[in-house]
């Protein structure tokens, strides 16, 4: 295995059925623009099997054996806001994350993103997210510092053990009944850009809370117990009071990655739990607000 250099880790492929003669010449295959650079890594012995020896010229091409290799990352536009420490212990990191950062390497937002900035930044190649905040949405992300404390913490999240609050601005129905509980079978397909609510049994839940009202828009507190793929986002969507900002719902809009005009009004605003290493209670608030539109 290679270590993660640069705050990225190397990417790992499974090589899939086929007879080419050796693991380069497949690689040469699949990345014809790398051809250069692919030469160049396997002569230094940045492309390694799944043992961790390294590939040479000659490695003959064995379907379903793994290589792990350092990907150049593409070009990217930075985005101009900066992600601010909360708070920074032997085994968490906890920031606040603006808007229109990508949580993690996904797509085309590799280096700007909050993981790879913090490794970098900080000097913590075994930074892991304990959990994930979509790239449109601003407030707490908590990470593990090292990787013995990974899982503790992940765990959290999985067995749904951390109390989540978030803030939004969206439309305001006076004849609304709040405070609300919204329960649905939230589906998202691959492929698919709007996540969808279908009959089935629930599988999601959110309580929404009114904190204040102006004119035609209102700020919510949100209280999800579960954690589907824009929850928040689809549920307020299907009372009719979509998030301001939000590209996604009720329609999908064409918005440029780099279009920072109007920003999706919604806010990671506190997380809540006992923490599984130590038994002390933790509260982590984002310092952050949402501005109303004009």
Do not use: C
């Amino acid at each position: 295995m290679l270590p993660v250099r640069d705050g990225l880790n190397p990417s790992r492929l499974r090589l899939p059925p086929g007879d080419w003669p050796t693991v380069l010449v497949y690689l040469l295959e699949r990345f014809p623009s790398d051809a250069v650079r692919l030469r160049e890594k396997v002569a230094a012995d940045e492309v390694v099997d799944g043992r961790g020896a390294p590939i040479s010229e000659q490695t003959p091409y064995r379907s379903g054996d793994f290589v792990y290799l350092y990907r150049d990352p593409p070009v990217e536009t930075p985005v101009p806001f900066d992600v601010e420490i909360l708070h920074r212990d032997d085994d968490l990191l906890v920031v606040d994350k603006p808007h229109f950062l990508a949580s993690t390497p996904r797509g085309g937002f590799i280096v700007e993103t909050a993981l790879v900035r913090l490794r970098r930044k900080l000097d913590l190649p075994e930074l892991s997210p304990a959990h994930r905040l979509d790239r449109l949405t601003a407030g707490v992300l908590l990470f593990t510092v090292h990787r013995a404390a990974r899982r503790d913490y992940q765990m959290l999240f999985a067995q749904r053990l951390v109390q989540k609050q978030y803030e939004a601005i969206a439309g305001f129905d006076p004849a609304a009944p709040l405070p609300l509980l919204v329960r649905s079978h939230i589906v998202k397909r691959p492929g698919v850009l709007q996540a969808q609510e279908i009959p089935g049994p629930d599988n999601s839940e959110t309580r929404i809370e009114l904190i204040e009202s102006r004119d035609a828009l209102a700020r919510y507190s949100l209280l999800p117990t579960t954690g589907k793929t824009h929850q928040l986002r689809v549920h307020l969507n299907s009372l009719g009071i979509p998030i301001v900002g939000d590209p996604l719902y009720p329609d999908v809009l064409d918005i440029a990655p780099d279009d920072y005009r109007n920003p999706l009004r919604l806010l990671a605003r506190r997380l809540t739990f006992d923490d599984p290493r130590t038994g002390q209670s933790r509260t982590f608030t984002s310092r952050r607000t949402l501005d109303w539109p004009d």
